[in-house]
């Protein structure tokens, strides 16, 4: 057998891998959350045990002052950086803890996208497909039409 045969197959396993344990990664939850259930809600988490030690002083100062909470959810801060927000939600009565980097904040502008790109990045991300996929167009019709009649 063909030596590039052998190598392009050993390289399709660990490629494989790769794509398929990516996605294992993408979920935002929470390194303190020990035990918790995924919920019908995009990243939010029905808390069933905390570790304490994994806490910062301010989520450890919420955790004595009003217990675990119900629910934790993620969301991004509605700002240029695009922070990561975990959100402790107390059903009774209604409390909405907010944090920032583990420091406790007591009013911040949520959003629901979660990515990490702002308005200006995601425009010119768009744009940028755009422009490549009309190149790449160009290209092929120039093929198409010109090229195969030589």
Not at 54 to 76: I, M
Not at 80 to 97: G, H, L, S, T
């Amino acid at each position: 057998m063909n030596l590039f045969f052998q190598f392009r197959t050993l390289c399709v396993y660990p490629l494989l891998a790769a794509f398929l344990l990516s996605s294992v990664g993408c979920s935002y939850r929470p390194a303190y959350l020990q035990e918790a259930k995924k919920t019908e809600v995009s990243e939010r988490w029905k808390v069933q045990k905390i570790d304490p030690n994994r806490l910062s002083a301010d989520e450890k100062a919420a955790l004595e002052q009003f217990g675990t909470p119900e629910y934790v959810r993620f969301y991004r801060r509605l700002s240029q950086k695009r922070e990561q927000v975990y959100a402790w939600i107390y059903p009774d009565p209604v409390r909405f803890v907010t944090f920032i980097d583990g420091k406790k904040i007591d009013y911040v502008v949520l959003d629901d996208d979660l990515t990490s790109l702002n308005e200006r990045e995601r425009n010119l991300r768009f744009w940028s497909l755009v422009i490549a996929g009309s190149v790449a167009t160009v290209g092929l019709l120039y093929y198409a039409v010109v090229a195969k009649k030589k």
